[in-house]
């Protein structure tokens, strides 16, 4: 029983990291491709079947010009939705280092005190990370 739940955790785990921002979202850049790929595949088969009734060539080329545009345009917004979540992720992650050395040079408050704040804010940037929200 207890490996059920440890398979399962693992599971939940691998989804929530492939789709975690930081990461650029890998599990919207595979699907994307994939549906790319597939759109790719199947119009020109549906078309070449089309074709094949009708003894022309116009639904294969027209399936294999749907197919080859989506796959196109699925692997353009793939990568470059991936990209501006990576890059999103950096910017906040550069500007909430530079608010903490911002507040450890210009704050007047003992050391101590300015490491429990970092700590607070650290605790909650994770749990900004971890549901995918921010800031940025």
Not at 21 to 33: E, K, S
Not at 72 to 91: C, D, E, F, P, Q
Request: aromatic share 6%.
């Amino acid at each position: 029983m207890g490996r059920h739940y440890i398979k399962a955790l693992l599971r939940e785990t691998v989804k929530v990291l492939g789709s975690a921002n930081i990461l650029g979202d890998p599990l919207g850049l595979v699907q994307h491709l994939g549906t790319g790929m597939w759109d790719f595949l199947s119009k020109p088969t549906v078309g070449l079947f089309q074709s094949a009734r009708t003894l022309g060539v116009e639904q294969f080329m027209a399936g294999l010009s749907a197919g080859s545009f989506s796959l196109l345009s699925h692997t353009v917004y793939a990568l470059s939705n991936a990209s501006w979540k990576i890059s999103k992720t950096a910017h906040r992650n550069v500007n909430a280092v530079k608010t903490r050395c911002d507040l450890l040079i210009n704050s007047s408050l003992p050391l101590h005190k300015q490491m429990e704040i970092s700590q607070e804010a650290s605790s909650s940037e994770m749990m900004q990370l971890g549901s995918g929200s921010g800031s940025g």
